[in-house]
């Protein structure tokens, strides 16, 4: 007569261990003894077994109660885990679909997902697939705003079948195979394995008599004419989503959704950071060192005068305050700001390299402090390397 080994020493755990350190133990031994990981090995099929013997009495905790107290005792002559091996198979199932079914529900994003797949899929519908348009927009229609009509390649409800797929005056049955469910349940070994059902694809329905407009798909391809609206201040990159323009579902399921992708197309003067704007401007060797206006156009069309004082250095940035980009959906507007380049003079006349080299001739280091006291730091600094 064979002797039971200790349900704690077969999972490998210690008595009174917590339901979480039990159900992580029995899924690793399952995976490791499972018999499609062990074809042909009797040894390992015993274990699988064993394991799912120990697992089904400890996860229940009036059985583990018992068998704390009278250990293997407690279920004998029929009364608990001895049961047969139709009622272990079925045990075997129920535990897969306690452990497994909640990972893959936790995968799909919760309990309900999960729920959602088995039940089938709902009467034969399917949601509609998601649809994206990619759209190209100027930097002066993201400061204005605008609504673009455009054109969407999509399908539509069949208007024959009203969605169903079906002929006018039939409608779809449910499948004989799985009973409306979408799946079907094959055992093997000591546990099921669920799978889509072949007969009706996982819709739970199947369609005799199809229409012939859609041929049972229950949807027709269409071209649909849009009005999107772009709101003031949108941004390069942002999505829109338009809830039930995507395509049709499958036979009477809900549409799908459209997504608009938006991008700003470069512009020829201004760069956009945020809500604020910058352009560099170009101005003459003159005009910053004598100071001096200039005035610029902003994106709205307007224009603005920018005082440039006596001895302006280049990279000197000037802000606009309002004249950048509005803020989306804010009263808020950002600030345009104006770098300075100053432009070396060229195509110098004679009189002007006389002008030019009378004024060098009578500069000093005050004029160019900047030039001056780097090139008399970089000479103290090697000087000092060579000490």
Do not use: W
């Amino acid at each position: 007569m064979s002797v039971k080994v200790d349900y704690y020493e077969t999972l490998g755990v210690v008595k009174g261990c917590d339901d979480k350190t039990l159900k992580v133990a029995f899924r690793k031994l399952a995976m490791q003894y499972h018999p499609d990981k062990n074809p042909g090995d009797h040894t390992a099929e015993i274990k699988f077994k064993e394991i799912g013997e120990a697992y089904e009495v400890l996860k229940d905790p009036q059985k583990r109660a018992a068998y704390d107290r009278f250990g293997h005792a407690a279920f004998q002559n029929g009364a608990g885990a001895g049961a047969g091996r139709g009622d272990f198979a079925s045990s075997m199932a129920d535990i897969f679909d306690d452990i497994f079914g909640e990972m893959m529900g936790g995968r799909a994003g919760g309990g309900a997902a999960g729920a959602g797949r088995r039940a089938g899929a709902g009467g034969g519908r399917e949601r509609g697939s998601d649809l994206r348009y990619n759209m190209e927009i100027s930097l002066e229609e993201a400061f204005l705003g605008k609504t673009a009509e455009i054109g969407v390649p999509t399908t539509i409800q069949c208007d024959q079948c009203q969605g169903t797929g079906a002929k006018a005056g039939t409608a779809p049955k449910t499948c004989p195979t799985c009973g409306g469910i979408g799946r079907v349940r094959a055992a093997q070994g000591f546990f099921s394995i669920e799978r889509t059902c072949p007969t009706c694809q996982g819709r739970g329905e199947i369609i005799a008599d199809p229409c012939g407009k859609c041929g049972g798909d229950g949807r027709l391809p269409e071209e649909r004419n849009l009005s999107v609206s772009i709101p003031a201040g949108i941004e390069d990159g942002t999505r829109i989503r338009l809830a039930g323009e995507g395509e049709a579902g499958l036979r009477g399921g809900p549409a799908g959704d459209l997504y608009i992708f938006l991008s700003v197309k470069p512009h020829e003067f201004f760069q956009r950071d945020g809500a604020d704007l910058f352009c560099k401007v170009p101005i003459s060797m003159t005009t910053a060192a004598l100071g001096g206006s200039f005035e610029v156009t902003t994106l709205d069309g307007a224009k603005s005068r920018v005082k440039v004082p006596e001895g302006t250095q280049f990279g000197k940035q000037f802000r606009v305050k309002g004249k950048g980009m509005p803020v989306l959906r804010s009263t808020q507007t950002g600030d345009l700001f104006i770098q300075i380049s100053i432009e070396t003079p060229q195509s110098l006349s004679r009189r002007q390299r006389e002008l030019l080299q009378e004024f060098e001739d009578i500069s000093s280091s005050e004029n160019s402090p900047q030039s001056t006291g780097f090139f008399s730091r970089m000479k103290d600094f090697f000087e000092g390397l060579s000490d």
